[in-house]
């Protein structure tokens, strides 16, 4: 394939988010990673900017999936052009290790929910009471990647310490965090 068909590809796509060439990187994830601590409702404190993910004042609840014990159903809201917009998703827990999970959306179409692709959402470190630093990464055809970073928080804000302190978990793990939107002005 033409170097320069693949730059003209890829285009769009660093407009948005962050983007690297070659495979994914595969920061270490938290150890001993506990779900049931990490269920609740999570706020999105920070973002790097993204093609999909246009709303602010996000925030996802995260609660068991029926009888599951490695599935998770996930809520979130965001607003969009002054309305509050909604989506499901499922989060799946990792089988090796349970912060290394998988995430994918769910429709109204049960054929559609079967080949929407799961991506990744990793979790690098949290501390389940205040903070979470969250990481994915998708690669196309092991020539370039995309990287999505979030930190979170069980509030609507992190005081400027613990800010720093996710920001630095994301260059110590070899993300590229580049710009991150801040999600202000959200209310309590």
């Known amino acids: ?8 590809l890829a285009l769009p796509l660093a407009a948005a988010q962050s983007m690297g060439w070659g ?9 001993n990673f506990s779900m049931e601590q990490f269920l609740g409702k999570w706020y999105e404190i920070q ?3 993204s093609m999909h993910d246009m709303g602010r004042c996000s925030e996802a609840n995260i609660v068991w999936h029926d009888d599951s014990d490695s599935t998770m159903q996930v809520t979130m809201a965001q607003i969009v052009d002054d309305e ?12 090796e290790e349970p912060a290394k999970m998988e995430f994918s959306y769910q429709t109204n179409s049960e ?15 949290t501390d389940y009471s205040s903070m979470s630093v ?28 613990q800010l720093s302190q996710a920001r630095e978990v994301l260059r110590k793990a070899g993300t ?5 939107s801040d999600q202000t002005d959200c209310g309590e």
Do not use: D
């Not at 590229?176 to 991150?180: L, P």
């Open 1 to 8: 394939m033409s170097p320069c068909y693949v730059f003209l």
């Open 23 to 31: 495979h994914c990187p595969t920061p270490a994830v938290q150890a």
């Open 47 to 49: 973002r790097q900017p």
């Open 84 to 95: 509050v917009k909604t989506m499901q998703g499922l989060l799946y827990e990792g089988t």
């Open 111 to 125: 054929t559609l929910n079967t080949i929407l692709p799961r991506c990744q959402w990793w979790v690098l470190q």
């Open 134 to 161: 969250a990481y994915s990464c998708k690669e196309y055809m092991g020539m370039f990647h995309t990287e999505y970073t979030w930190i979170i928080s069980r509030r609507r804000s992190l005081p400027s310490w």
């Open 176 to 180: 590229n965090a580049g710009i991150m």
